[in-house]
C-alpha cells in the first residue's frame, strides 16, 4: 500500500514569490492534515480536513496561507506571498478517520526554503 | 495550550545500552499518547499509541509507559542498536489536535 505522498520534496523561491504543496494521503483516508515543522521542533498543525471541508485551520496564517482538497482527496498548501520566516518542513499526514483513536501516517515533507 | 516537553534535547550512547527517553505535557485530559521516530529529512513514522486508559504499550524492543495523571510518558528502548539513531517525538492527542514536543536526538555508537 503507498504511504502519504508529498511534492515537491524540496523547494527554493525568492522571498514574496508565491509556492505551493501537494499531497495525495493513503488511500480511503477521510482526515487529511497539513503540518508545519521548523528546525529542530515538533510539527504543528496548520489544518484540518474531514473529507473536502477544513474542520480546523485555526492556525492556518489566512492572510498568506491557503488550502483546498477538491474532491475530498488530493489537497493542496498555497502560500502567496512567501516570507524568509516560512523557510521550514511542511508536512501531510492523513488518518482513517479523525477519531481520536487513530494513528496519523506522515508524508516525507516538503522542505522549503525562502531566500 | 498543551505544553509538551521532551528531555534530554540530545542522547549519545553505545550499542547494547538501553535508551529512556521522557515527555511530560501539562493538560492531562489527553485521548491518547504516540511516540515517533524520525529519520533525517524524511516524515515521521508512529511507533507506538497509548490509549488514555492504557498504562503502557510494547512493540519488539519498545516499551512506552503512561502516567496521565502526571503528565508523564517514558519510552524504553532495550538493547539499543546503531539503526535507532533517530529523532523521537512525543505527542499528545487532545479534541483530535496532535501537540508535539521538540524531540530528542538520539544517536547510538557502534
Known amino acids: 500500500e503507498a504511504g502519504v505522498v508529498q511534492s515537491p520534496r524540496y523547494k527554493i523561491i525568492e522571498k514574496k514569490q508565491p509556492v505551493a504543496f501537494w499531497c495525495n494521503p493513503i488511500?480511503?483516508?477521510?482526515?487529511l492534515y497539513w503540518y508545519l515543522q521548523n528546525l529542530g521542533q515538533g510539527p504543528e498543525l496548520l489544518i484540518r480536513?474531514?473529507?473536502?471541508?477544513?474542520?480546523?485551520d485555526s492556525q492556518l496564517p489566512k492572510d498568506r496561507f491557503s488550502a483546498e482538497r477538491l474532491k475530498g482527496v488530493d489537497s493542496t498548501l498555497k502560500i502567496q506571498p512567501a516570507e524568509l520566516g516560512d523557510s521550514a518542513v511542511y508536512l501531510c499526514?492523513?488518518?482513517?478517520?479523525?477519531?481520536?483513536?487513530?494513528?496519523?501516517?506522515f508524508g516525507p515533507g516538503t522542505r522549503l526554503t525562502v531566500l | 495550550k498543551q505544553e509538551v516537553t521532551q528531555i534530554p534535547a540530545a542522547l549519545s550512547v553505545p550499542e547494547g545500552e538501553n535508551l529512556v527517553l521522557n515527555c511530560s505535557f501539562t493538560d492531562s485530559a489527553i485521548y491518547n499518547l504516540q511516540w515517533f521516530r524520525q529519520d533525517p529529512g524524511k516524515g515521521l513514522t508512529s511507533l507506538l499509541l497509548i490509549q488514555s486508559s492504557q498504562r503502557e504499550q510494547t512493540s519488539g524492543r519498545l516499551n512506552a509507559s503512561l502516567d496521565k495523571s502526571s503528565g508523564r510518558s517514558t519510552l524504553y528502548i532495550a538493547a539499543s542498536q546503531p539503526g535507532d539513531s533517530a529523532t523521537y517525538l512525543c505527542?499528545?492527542?487532545?479534541?483530535?489536535?496532535?501537540?508535539f514536543g521538540a524531540g530528542t536526538t538520539v544517536t547510538v555508537r557502534a
Open positions: 505527542a499528545v492527542c487532545n479534541d483530535y489536535k496532535l501537540s
Open positions: 499526514a492523513s488518518s482513517a478517520e479523525g477519531r481520536t483513536a487513530d494513528t496519523q501516517y
Open positions: 488511500s480511503g483516508h477521510n482526515t
Open positions: 480536513y474531514e473529507n473536502e471541508e477544513a474542520v480546523d
